[in-house]
Structure formats: structure tokens, C-alpha cells
Nanobody, 121 residues
Framework: QVQLVESGGGLVQAGGSLRLSCAAS????????MGWYRQAPGKERELVAT???????KYADSLKGRVTISRDNNKNTVSLQMNSLKPEDTAVYYC???????????????WGQGTAVTVSS
């Protein structure tokens, strides 16, 4: 079992920056593809960024250039640096961990409780 605990959310003015962190418990972190997702009020949860255990990254098109995902396999952490924040970035941000099997099938998935980010205009 893996527990994911996010931190770093808060209130920031438009144009500002935040760094979110996610700490993972358990011994399988190095096998997980980690990701950040977000859910704004009244909207569906959406992908922000993912990073594989080999540190290959993927970003949502709408966020490319403003966010950077990174991981530290020694510390079992994954971070999301967000810059040039906009009011529309306001959401609860969730840390996610997945183990993929053949053909991209998700074998196991873990979610954190989320951390709220509010961007004021």
C-alpha cells in the first residue's frame, strides 16, 4: 500500500508561483508513474503532469511552459513547480501514483487527499 500526502497549496496572487510536494510512503515508489491532477469547482478532474520512474515527463497542453514536475526517488517525493499562475488554475491538486502493466493497463493506483490552490486576480 502507498500513502500519498500533498503539501504546498495555498493562496497566491495571479502571476505568482507555488511549489507543491507529495510525499509517498511504502517501498514501491521507484516503480510508480507519479502525476499531478487537479479539479476545479464544478469541473472534472484533469491531468496536470506525469513523470515516469525513468523521469520522462508529460504535461497538459494548457500548462506547458508554466509547470515543471520532478521526482526524487531517494526521498520518495514528487514536486510540481507552478509559475505564472492564473485565476483559472484555482483547484484542488491531487498527487497520483500508478503502476502500469502491459498495453498501458493500470494495475494499481493511489491518490492523495489533495491540496487546495487558490489564485486571486
Amino acid at each position: 500500500q502507498v500513502q500519498l500526502v500533498e503539501s504546498g497549496g495555498g493562496l497566491v496572487q495571479a502571476g505568482g508561483s507555488l511549489r507543491l510536494s507529495c510525499a509517498a510512503s511504502g517501498s514501491i515508489f521507484n516503480y510508480l508513474t507519479m502525476g499531478w491532477y487537479r479539479q476545479a469547482p464544478g469541473k472534472e478532474r484533469e491531468l496536470v503532469a506525469t513523470i515516469t520512474n525513468g523521469s520522462s515527463t508529460k504535461y497538459a497542453d494548457s500548462l506547458k511552459g508554466r509547470v515543471t514536475i520532478s521526482r526524487d526517488n531517494n526521498k520518495n517525493t514528487v514536486s510540481l513547480q507552478m509559475n505564472s499562475l492564473k485565476p483559472e488554475d484555482t483547484a484542488v491538486y491531487y498527487c497520483n501514483g500508478r503502476i502500469y502493466g502491459a498495453y498501458g493497463r493500470i494495475l494499481r493506483e493511489f491518490w492523495g487527499q489533495g491540496t487546495a490552490v487558490t489564485v486571486s486576480s
